[in-house]
């Protein structure tokens, strides 16, 4: 049973926008910092932004900072991340990360759970 499961990537232009959800299952959301990662073709998984267990602190990648936004609906056991004004170097597979616990990590094998990933394409 997939614990974690992303959705919204899709083809879009260069300049336009997106909003990628995750839905988790409520056993892994309600006491799990989340995260996403993204992983362009050829290059290694890189940390796009993360968020804590209340939401209230968020941390983010050197690459996304000050463009991406994380949130997180904890009614909905859900986090998104909102991208606007997309570039062609942030085309990569998103994948949505859970670690249990407090503190959000920058490396990916501190997050226990992963999402199979959506594919964000960005081009004209």
């Known amino acids: 049973q997939a614990q974690l499961v992303e959705s919204g990537g899709r083809l879009e232009q260069p300049g336009g926008s997106l909003r990628l959800s995750c839905a988790a299952s409520e056993r892994v959301f309600s006491s799990s910092t989340m995260a996403w990662f993204r992983q362009a073709p050829g290059k290694e998984r890189e940390f796009v932004g993360g968020i804590s267990i209340s939401g209230l602190r968020r941390l983010y990648g050197d690459s996304t900072k000050d463009r991406f936004t994380i949130s997180r609906d904890n009614a909905r056991n859900t986090i998104y991340l909102q991208m606007p004004d997309l570039k062609v170097e942030d085309t990569a597979v998103y994948y949505c990360?859970?670690?249990?616990?407090?503190?959000?990590?920058?490396?990916?094998?501190?997050?226990?759970?992963w999402g199979q990933g959506t594919q964000v394409t960005v081009s004209s």
């Open positions: 990360a859970a670690r249990k616990g407090v503190g959000i990590s920058r490396i990916e094998g501190e997050y226990e759970y």
